[in-house]
């Protein structure tokens, strides 16, 4: 692939090189995004993270055929929660809790149905996937060990919750030097005005976190718009 290329994004274009380019998609696991699962046990309306699978499918795609890293990550814990803190798995003082038997399994452990990446963006065999027992992707991971040993620096960011997982990995990713764009329809968030928020914060000052865009407008860059 030619490099580099501009995407047009928020605060102003994102320049980047697609050979040091990796697609992060974040969480998107069944007790988050399906209907039935843990997320929806609790109440939320989950068609906010459904609307981003299907742009976040196109995106995985153009990465794939362009053969650029992609990398996923799991928020989960160890069987035995060894991993999990105990002011994780108290707060909350939910009836059903991480560790519980929920909808899906044992709710965010590992192995379990519900703590699985949805079918629609399941990854590949050589895809990196990201264990991770906190909300950023960073955290007690090798998560920056994977990118360092492909020459990764710019991130494109897309998955679940955008206020929660998405905004820690950006700001974890942020102090850690790499260059990310967030792509709007890509990610989602149980709550409207918490996704209006977490997306107004990455691009707020001259983009403090890094840049904003849509799949469109990336893909549109990547191979002129094939759908
Ligand atoms: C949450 C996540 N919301 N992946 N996890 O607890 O954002």
Same mark, same amino acid.
């Given at each position: $692939?030619?490099?580099?290329?501009?995407?047009?994004?928020?605060?102003?274009? *994102?320049? !980047?090189?697609?050979?040091? =380019?990796? &697609?992060?998609?974040? %969480? $998107?696991? #069944?007790? *988050?995004? %399906?209907? /039935?699962?843990?997320?929806? $046990?609790? /109440?939320? %309306?989950?068609?906010?993270?459904?609307?981003?699978?299907?742009? =976040?499918?196109?995106?995985? %795609?153009? !990465?794939? #055929?362009?053969? &650029?890293?992609?990398?996923? =990550?799991?928020?989960?814990?160890?069987?035995?929660?060894?991993d999990c803190p105990p002011s994780k798995r108290a707060r909350g003082k939910l009836a059903v809790g991480i560790g519980d038997p929920g909808p899906m399994g044992r709710v965010l452990v590992r192995g379990e149905h519900g703590h699985d990446i949805i079918d629609d963006l399941k990854p590949l065999p050589g895809e990196p996937v990201i264990d991770k027992p906190g909300k950023g992707a960073f955290y007690a991971t090798d998560l920056e060990l994977v990118l360092r040993d492909k020459g990764i620096r710019s991130l494109v960011v897309t998955g679940v919750t955008t206020e929660v997982c998405v905004h820690t990995t950006v700001r974890e990713a942020n102090d850690r030097g790499y260059e990310c764009l967030v792509l709007e329809d890509c990610v989602g968030s149980y709550f409207p005005e918490f996704q209006a928020a977490a997306i107004k914060m990455i691009k707020a000052q001259g983009g403090i976190f890094g840049w904003v865009s849509t799949s469109r407008q990336l893909l549109e860059v990547l191979e002129g718009g094939r759908p």
């Open positions: $692939m030619r490099g580099p290329l501009a995407v047009p994004a928020e605060p102003y274009e *994102f320049a !980047f090189e697609p050979s040091q =380019t990796a &697609l992060l998609v974040i %969480d $998107m696991q #069944r007790d *988050f995004v %399906d209907r /039935g699962g843990f997320g929806e $046990m609790l /109440g939320n %309306d989950v068609a906010p993270l459904r609307r981003a699978v299907e742009p =976040t499918r196109r995106v995985l %795609d153009a !990465f794939r #055929r362009a053969r &650029l890293p992609v990398v996923h =990550t799991r928020e989960g814990h160890r069987p035995d929660l060894s």
